[in-house]
């Protein structure tokens, strides 16, 4: 069993810059993918970014050059650096993990997940 918990969201305006953070406890961190998505309100969720456990990544094209995933597995924890944000870019982020160590880029492919950080970028 793996627990995660996000924090660093906000508000913030549009060109700023944000860092997510997700603390994993339980299950060995550093053996397995990990990813971010994001929910907009009356959307479905959608992926932002994963790693692998070896730091392979992989980012969606809406915020590739925008956003990176990153990982610290001394510190157990995931990182999403977000910067040049967008009014589009708001969203509750979830950081979400999987029992391989490979990236996936759907929702149904992870099978832990924190409970979300919302992150609201004015015009």
């Known amino acids: 069993q793996v627990q995660l918990v996000e924090s660093g969201g906000g508000l913030v305006q549009a060109g700023d810059s944000l860092r997510l953070s997700c603390v994993a406890s339980?299950?060995?961190?550093?053996?397995?993918?990990m990813g971010w998505f994001r929910q907009a309100p009356g959307k479905e969720r959608e992926f932002v970014a994963a790693?692998?456990?070896?730091?392979?990544?992989h980012h969606a094209a809406s915020v590739k050059g925008r956003f990176t995933i990153s990982r610290d597995n001394a510190k157990n924890t995931l990182y999403l650096q977000m910067n040049s944000l967008k009014p589009e870019d708001t969203a509750v982020y979830y950081c979400?993990?999987?029992?391989?160590?490979?990236?996936?880029?759907?929702?149904?492919?992870?099978?832990?997940w924190g409970q979300g950080t919302q992150v609201t970028v004015s015009s």
């Open positions: 979400a993990g999987r029992y391989a160590g490979t990236v996936a880029t759907t929702v149904r492919e992870y099978v832990y």
């Open positions: 339980g299950r060995t961190f550093s053996s397995i993918a």
């Open positions: 790693i692998n456990y070896g730091g392979g990544t």
